[in-house]
């Protein structure tokens, strides 16, 4: 890990002072004298990188690199890492001994939620059966639970008839105990239990029903009036099952499974399977569920709901349901339509029906995710299941969609076939992201879903995998519950997905289907490795090309990152290329957390150029890992072609190119965008702006190739071009070229923002969108309209203060703008409305209240909130709003920060270190450089703070280095003949009336649902 905590206490504190003792030659201690080289070296390694990153003669005054013989103000010692913490628990040793198999369950569950229960009220009672084949001779059963109150007289082990079941021999218990550290109850046995034959184990508990978190077996409600209406679900993925039953939870430990569910007759109960019995004894029903297929166990889910049901039958004859609180079945409407036609869209995709008799969607009040796959009972967020269009933005649809289509997709993908152990997570959630683009593309073509691959999973993946502490292997190794939890994280979805779509850069797409299919068909109800699937797509393509898929692929599977390929034109018709580990920050380094295989790759190339005009098929060629430098010849391309390589960034790294190519393909956009598919339009932009922040390439390349955004109708483009924007933004925010940087965008945007104007009722996905972007860019780029129309809002608003007519969506800009624009009475009522609003108004609110030009007002913003020991609230909202709120914010952490101390402690550090990343001057690298020296003694967590931020602002000032020139002479050149915007005409005539109506009418229907769904990404659908 890159962060770590030596600790505060005294005896970590840096000791080293500008001592009027060591100077006068006075007793040196051995320790003394040790601290003291230490120091010597750390000063110079500290010239030694000044001097690296400050190479530029300057004349201003304290440079930081003193001249021989100059005395040097100490520093905080800068802390060493620590050596790597083992785990207190030491190497994981709790799976499952090999010598006991279960075969089937039966569970018995009574569940009590009403007051007439009383003590037992949300409590359940349960018994348990296992049955399991003898593997290996053994006299120890060892079974998983958690938080079971398990009654040790009733444990009974029986040996069973392998032909009648119901014949069974008493084997007698020798002792009973626990291993917690496992979750083991560890049964030993008088006789041993022997290879080949049948035994059964059966226990009785009881335990409560679990509230924080909502996992295992669970309890929640929902409210009707007054009354309060309960139910209980279950969800288990990865332990949840041992929590509700004693079982052997492992993925690979399949078995059948029949459920009894006792419980009170108001209300249904629903498992995996159909119902096939009813008892009903006056007070109580027993429902009886059918013999499950073979799953494993932390797919078994049931539920006890009021809720009513939408149905169909799907063509295939499969049942299926969805399941809501009363008054939101009719928003169940959507999901019940897409979900059966999605459900059997795959059972044709696959060529695999689905297996189950029945599908049962719930929607459950509350719950710990978006979705989990539960085998033909899904449970669902609320706002993961349920669509109305009459309330729900179009992104609440796309989330939906989305959702369902993943969880349908674990059907096949971690149910039939299962992994074989959590370390392999991204074979299920890799394609549970991944094919739902094909749904959902087939459903509603009008989204242009692929597109949003970019923008989406593969931006994510990218974003997390070019930073050493958030990129990791797709397959790692887990064993504790911690780190299996560990592996439901950006690189098993958003990863995993991009590398699935990576396989068309090298095979051909019939032999992906083929060998997809090979990969379920030969593993029905079994589990799967990442070499199965290798194995089988290797299968598929002997006839073909006989690809090494595994030799291909593990250097993407069992290593973090991704490369950058530069691609260097030789000659007209000849370029060579090479590969490079990418990590967005160039003083980061690889975590040695995880092993690697050298940090290089295969890389499939798919390539074209502007003479051959054909994108489809591209050309291709492998670059290998151990090939520094591969030369690909063009055959007949002419000098003035530009090159492309990685078509609609189908492969998963990023390219770099010439300076001349970058140039070539800046014209092509700016002569005729459209020649280029929208993905690669969106790719060229998106790799050049990325790379050029840690210097592969200078950033004006990535700007020029901007210029045509003023003709960009689609949503991809410009999406990734304003997800990379924040970096040059602040890289500018205090020079005197941001006046020409904010004169740019504002003319750029303007056909995007008078196209999509300010209604977003009734609007389609994409405009729905894109009218985000174009009102954040152009209101923050200072569009005359668009403030305007803030202006109005915000004024409506605080006429009738009970009533904001500002769209949800744009609230956080609007408000910034009015308050930018506009003068006291705007801060003031930001500032009082904000001591009544919600929590999560109020954080809208003090964002906008550091957008005011008026310096006394942030004067006064600081020190309100200094007084109330909230002072880093203000802090960090003034800070990157303007050059203004920079240097205000900056001086009053100077001037306070012995009361910061009092009021933050250690963590008043950070404050100043967050000031890093907008710090771009030699003088600034000196302000904070003082600041060091003044707090020499600071915690070693925090001079490890110092340290990072130090090496921030070099790396910025070399970065400004670099480019500022640069820049500064393309935007003097490209905004000289700019009209600028204020003479174009306005979109948005009446528009706030027209808003004021349209969200009042919604606000009536739906206040919260409106909020929450601005981008949807199913970050947590399990
Ligand atoms: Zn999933």
Redesign the pocket.
């Known amino acids: 890990m890159a962060s770590y905590d030596i600790g505060g206490d005294a005896g970590d504190r840096a000791t080293i002072y500008a001592d009027e003792k060591y100077k006068k030659g006075f007793f040196v201690t051995k320790r003394t004298a040790v601290l003291l080289t230490v120091l010597a070296i750390v000063v110079l390694a500290l010239v030694a990188v000044l001097f690296y990153f400050l190479p530029v003669s300057s004349t201003e005054p304290g440079e930081g690199t003193p001249a021989p013989g100059e005395d040097i103000d100490p520093l905080p010692q800068r802390p060493t890492d620590p050596p790597p913490t083992e785990d207190p628990r030491g190497p994981f040793d709790g799976r499952l001994p090999d010598s006991l198999v279960p075969e089937h369950y039966n569970i018995w569950l009574k569940t009590y939620l009403d007051n007439e229960d009383g003590p037992k009220q949300f409590t359940y009672e349960g018994v348990s059966t296992v049955e399991l084949r003898c593997e290996k001779d053994t006299d120890i059963i060892k079974i998983h639970f958690l938080s079971l109150n398990i009654d040790y007289q009733s444990v009974q082990v029986f040996h069973l008839d392998e032909e009648d079941r119901e014949t069974k021999h008493k084997i007698s218990i020798k002792n009973i105990y626990t291993e917690e550290i496992y979750d083991f109850l560890v049964i030993e046995v008088e006789d041993t239990l022997r290879s080949g034959e049948i035994y059964s184990v059966t226990i009785g508990y009881d335990a409560i029903l679990n509230t924080n978190p909502l996992f295992g077996y669970y309890l929640t409600s929902y409210k009707v009036g007054d009354e309060t209406r309960w139910l209980s679900a279950a969800v288990f993925q990865p332990n949840g099952a041992r929590m509700t039953f004693p079982c052997l939870d492992e993925p690979n430990l399949k078995a059948t499974f029949d459920i009894a569910m006792v419980h009170r007759p108001k209300r249904r109960a629903l498992a995996n399977m159909n119902e096939i019995a009813f008892e009903n004894d006056g007070d109580w029903n027993t429902t009886h569920f059918n013999r499950s297929v073979l799953m494993p166990t932390y797919l078994v889910s049931f539920s006890l709901t009021d809720f009513p049901s939408l149905e169909m039958t799907t063509p295939n004859d499969v049942l299926f349901r969805v399941w809501a609180r009363e008054e939101d079945i009719d928003a169940a409407n959507y999901s019940l339509y897409i979900g059966s036609a999605m459900l059997t869209f795959f059972e044709d995709y696959y060529s695999l029906p689905y297996p189950m008799p029945k599908m049962d969607m719930i929607a459950s009040p509350e719950f710990i995710s978006g979705?989990?796959?539960c085998w033909g009972h899904i449970l669902y967020d609320e706002n993961a299941m349920l669509y109305d269009p009459k309330v729900h933005p179009p992104t609440r649809q796309k989330r939906v969609a989305e959702i369902v289509a993943?969880?349908l997709?674990?059907m096949w993908f971690?149910n039939l076939v299962t992994l074989d152990w959590w370390d392999h997570l991204w074979l299920?959630?890799g394609f549970?992201?991944f094919l739902p683009y094909i749904a959902v593309e087939k459903f509603h073509p009008e989204w242009k879903i692929w597109d949003q691959f970019l923008t989406d999973d593969m931006a994510s993946a990218m974003s997390a995998d070019s930073t050493s502490s958030r990129s990791k292997p797709l397959v790692r190794t887990t064993g504790w519950v911690d780190e299996i939890w560990s592996m439901?994280d950006t690189m098993s979805?958003s990863k995993g997905a991009s590398v699935l779509r990576s396989f068309s850069t090298f095979l051909r797409n019939e032999t992906i289907s083929r060998g997809i299919l090979y990969y379920l068909h030969e593993n029905v109800y079994g589990n799967v490795v990442t070499d199965d699937l290798w194995e089988s797509l290797t299968k598929a393509d002997l006839e073909d090309r006989n690809t090494d898929v595994k030799e291909i692929m593990d250097p993407w599977a069992l290593q973090s990152g991704f490369p950058v390929v530069t691609v260097i034109r030789t000659a007209a018709d000849m370029v060579e290329i090479n590969q490079t580990h990418f990590l967005l920050d160039p003083n980061d380094e690889p975590s040695d957390e995880f092993p690697n295989l050298g940090f290089k790759w295969y890389v499939p190339l798919t390539y074209t150029y502007k003479s051959r005009d054909q994108f489809y098929p591209p050309l291709e060629a492998m670059l290998s890992p151990d090939t520094d430098k591969k030369q690909l010849r063009l055959e007949g391309t002419p000098q003035d072609d530009w090159v492309l390589f990685n078509i609609n960034k189908q492969g998963y790294f990023r390219v770099n190119y010439d300076t001349d190519n970058w140039v070539k393909l800046a014209e092509q956009l700016k002569t005729d965008h459209k020649v280029f598919p929208t993905q690669t339009r969106a790719s060229i932009l998106d790799d050049c702006l990325i790379i050029s922040q840690p210097g592969y390439v200078d950033h004006v390349y990535g700007l020029r190739l901007t210029e045509y955004l003023y003709y960009e109708e689609e949503y991809a483009p410009w999406q990734l071009v304003l997800r990379a924007l924040p970096f040059t933004h602040g890289m500018l925010l205090r020079t005197s070229e941001f006046g020409m940087f904010e004169k740019y965008w504002r003319s750029q945007i303007v056909p995007l923002y008078l196209s999509v104007g300010w209604n977003f009722t009734n609007s389609d996905l994409l405009d729905y969108y894109q009218r985000i972007n174009a009102i954040e860019t152009a209101c923050r780029y200072g569009n005359e309209d668009c403030i305007e129309v803030s202006k109005s809002l915000y004024r409506a608003w605080m006429e009738d203060p009970g009533n904001d007519p500002t769209p949800d969506e744009v609230n956080e800009i609007v408000y910034c703008t009015a308050i930018r624009h506009g003068g006291p009475a705007e801060w003031q009522f930001a500032y009082d409305q904000s001591k009544s609003s919600s929590p999560g108004t109020r954080t809208l609110l003090e964002n906008a209240m550091g957008c005011s030009r008026d310096s006394w007002q942030l004067q006064y913003y600081l020190e309100d909130y200094h007084s109330d020991g909230r002072s880093r609230v203000a802090i960090d909202n003034i800070r990157d709003k303007s050059s203004l709120g920079y240097s205000t914010a900056w001086e009053f952490t100077m001037t306070r920060f012995e009361e910061l101390l009092n009021i933050y402690g250690n963590s008043s550090f950070d404050i100043v270190w967050d000031f890093a990343d907008l710090m771009t001057t030699r003088y600034d690298h000196e302000k904070l450089h003082m600041f060091g020296t003044k707090h020499r003694d600071m915690p070693a967590s925090a001079a490890s703070g110092f340290y990072r931020a130090v090496e921030i602002v070099e790396t910025n000032i070399a970065w400004m280095d670099r480019n500022q020139e640069s820049i500064r002479e393309w935007l003097v050149d490209v905004t000289s003949n700019m009209p600028d915007v204020k003479a174009h005409a306005r979109a948005t005539d009446g528009v706030v009336e027209h808003i004021k109506t349209v969200v009042s009418g919604r606000r009536h229907q739906s206040r919260a649902s409106l909020h929450e769904f601005h981008w949807a990404k199913p970050e947590n659908?399990?």
């Open positions: 979705a989990l796959e993943h969880e997709v674990h971690g299920n959630e549970a992201t439901f979805y659908v399990l």
